[in-house]
């Protein structure tokens, strides 16, 4: 299963860099958790739960951190994240099945591409001084926020898929495999919850999020045991 190439231990390490990365520094959610901490009162409660408007928006970038956790920036990057975090266990499910490699493949485009169009951070940052283009971006929120939740699922569903992978491929422990299914699980049940909780199937996302932690963690460190292996197996 450990193909002895500097290519793979190299990839191996680069995943395991980037998982890491996207636990301690990258997380997805960082806005909601600056919220209840009211943004460290670096933003007034007006802006926090009053209207968006070009002003407001203005305001929020006027510490240009503080922006971009308010738009989600972090979300973004730790979605590309796990898509390097991803990349070997995909190689390894192409290997031994194609077209479940290329499902896996499809997947963590679609949710990149998704996110990326659905996340407003850049574009409000980028076009911070023309109020023109800054009303026409918000303008598009609704719709931008149906990707949002496109994007979603396709990550949870990415997650679950890779997570069977996992066992299938007997890549992991078995704790992995737990805690990839109960992250995966939770986090799906937010689509389901839209139709009997309404606004608070958030959640099921907020319920996911220790388990996320702890399996994207599980994924590096495992990710790195196996480079480990593979040097001492090319000796």
Request: negative net charge; hydrophobic residues 60%; charged residues 15%.
């Given at each position: 299963m450990i193909a002895q190439t500097k290519g793979l231990k190299l990839?191996?390490?680069?995943?395991?860099?980037?998982?890491?990365?996207?636990?301690?520094?990258?997380?997805?959610?960082?806005?909601?958790?600056?919220?209840?901490?009211?943004?460290?009162?670096?933003?007034?409660?007006?802006?926090?739960?009053?209207?968006?408007?070009?002003?407001?928006?203005?305001?929020?970038?006027?510490?240009?951190?503080?922006?971009?956790?308010?738009?989600?920036?972090?979300?973004?990057?730790?979605?590309?994240?796990?898509?390097?975090?991803?990349?070997?266990?995909?190689?390894?499910?192409?290997?031994?099945?194609?077209?479940?490699?290329?499902?896996?493949?499809?997947?963590l485009a679609g949710c990149l591409v998704f996110y990326a169009i659905s996340n407003l951070a850049l574009p409000l940052y980028i076009n911070l001084h023309d109020p023109e283009k800054l009303r026409e971006i918000l303008s598009q929120m609704p719709r931008r926020a149906i990707t949002g939740e496109i994007s979603v699922f396709l990550l949870y569903a990415l997650g679950l898929l890779i997570t069977v992978m996992t066992k299938k491929l007997n890549l992991f422990s078995r704790y992995t495999y737990a805690f990839g299914l109960l992250t995966n699980v939770i986090g799906l049940l937010y689509f389901p919850l839209f139709f009997v909780i309404g606004e608070f199937r958030y959640l099921a996302i907020a319920a996911a999020a220790p388990f996320t932690v702890i399996w994207h963690a599980n994924l590096a460190f495992h990710l790195n045991a196996l480079r480990k292996k593979s040097e001492r197996l090319a000796e």
């Open positions: 990839l191996l390490f680069i995943s395991c860099l980037a998982g890491l990365t996207a636990v301690f520094l990258f997380r997805r959610n960082l806005a909601a958790e600056a919220y209840m901490l009211q943004y460290f009162g670096f933003i007034s409660e007006e802006l926090i739960y009053g209207k968006l408007t070009v002003d407001a928006v203005k305001e929020i970038f006027s510490i240009p951190l503080v922006g971009l956790i308010y738009f989600d920036f972090f979300d973004l990057v730790n979605v590309m994240l796990l898509g390097i975090l991803f990349t070997p266990v995909i190689y390894f499910t192409y290997r031994k099945w194609q077209w479940l490699g290329i499902l896996s493949v499809l997947l």
